[in-house]
């Protein structure tokens, strides 16, 4: 079955960088258009990113426009952001989210709603 892991995160100082990956394992990863979202305790789930299936198509939020880059590697099996000039406000949980149907057009990004298959997250602590 479709399954997410999500790694890299950890406590940065403002105005610092990580870079958070999620590993797909189950089907091919191309197969999914691919989001990241984040949750701070008590706040609604927002998403911040999305790539499509293809790659040369992404979606960014306004809150991380400019600051976040999504990308997949070489070999399809994992889908990374890259974050920089963290704020205390990007504090969060970050987890990554399969398309809930494969095979989207190949330069889609659905809307938030349209992403399922979860991973667990990955604590991101932006503190100085």
């Known amino acids: 079955q479709l399954q997410l892991v999500e790694s890299g995160g950890g406590l940065v100082q403002p105005g610092g960088s990580l870079s958070l990956s999620c590993e797909v394992s189950?089907?091919?990863?191309?197969?999914?258009?691919i989001g990241w979202f984040r949750q701070a305790p008590g706040k609604a789930r927002e998403g911040i990113s999305c790539i499509s299936r293809s790659g040369s198509s992404t979606n960014y939020a306004d809150s991380v426009k400019g600051r976040f880059t999504i990308s997949r590697d070489k070999a399809k099996k994992t889908v990374y952001l890259q974050m920089n000039s963290l704020k205390p406000e990007d504090t969060a949980v970050y987890s990554c989210?399969?398309?809930?149907?494969?095979?989207?057009?190949?330069?889609?990004?659905?809307?938030?709603?349209?992403?399922?298959?979860w991973g667990q997250g990955t604590q991101v602590t932006v503190s100085s």
């Open positions: 989210a399969a398309a809930i149907r494969p095979l989207l057009p190949e330069r889609l990004c659905p809307r938030w709603a349209d992403f399922g298959s």
């Open positions: 189950g089907f091919t990863l191309n197969y999914y258009a």
